[in-house]
């Protein structure tokens, strides 16, 4: 029999998507109000990678990456979803945007050793958390860096990503070294 230790240290991450740079800085006040100071923020960039959500959410999106500065318990993933589900949708409900879906709000949390995404998609890979949401073990960090899965999303494969996870992995790293 093993013994119940605690988990690793983990920061929340949120991945904002939308074509309205207005909707990423009010979803990252809304998040940093109920989450605390951001200690890692990616610049705006052009989100390319896939066409999944044009339909919805149209064309020239934008992402914005954020991991928090307080500790997050990884059993709270499942509260983080719905919140930021609920962001979604009082966004949704307020109208006022052209597109059916004017941003996507993706939480997850980040280790030294893992980022975890949170999906209310079931698939092979994905492991139930509870009220609808699932979790998965996105990229590993192994050999001095986080590495890909073959189910991981194409931009959590690029060089953007690596760079900016292995910088929150460094300011994670420095504020569990801090006295």
């Not at 990252?28 to 896939?50: C, E, I, K, Q």
């Not at 983080?80 to 109208?95: F, L, M, P, S």
């Not at 590495?147 to 060089?159: G, Q």
Request: net charge neutral.
């Amino acid at each position: 029999m093993g013994d119940i230790r605690t988990c690793e240290p983990a920061r929340l991450f949120v991945a904002i998507l939308s074509r309205h740079r207005s909707l990423l800085d009010e979803v990252r006040a809304v998040l940093a109000r109920d989450h605390g100071p951001v200690a890692t923020a990616s610049d705006v960039f052009p989100f390319g990678w896939t066409e999944y959500y044009r339909s919805t959410m149209g064309s020239d999106l934008l992402r914005l990456l954020l991991v928090f500065e307080r500790s997050f318990d990884p059993g709270r993933l499942v509260d983080a979803k719905i919140q930021t589900n609920e962001i979604e949708h009082d966004v949704e409900a307020r109208g006022g945007f052209p597109e059916a879906r004017p941003v996507n709000v993706d939480p997850g949390y980040l280790t030294q050793s893992k980022l975890v995404l949170a999906s209310t998609k079931d698939h092979a890979h994905r492991v139930y958390l509870g009220s609808g949401v699932h979790g998965e073990v996105t990229l590993a960090f192994h050999d001095g860096a986080y590495r890909p899965h073959p189910w991981t999303y194409p931009d959590y494969r690029s060089d953007l990503y690596a760079r900016f996870l292995m910088n929150a992995r460094a300011a994670l790293r420095h504020s569990l070294s801090a006295p």
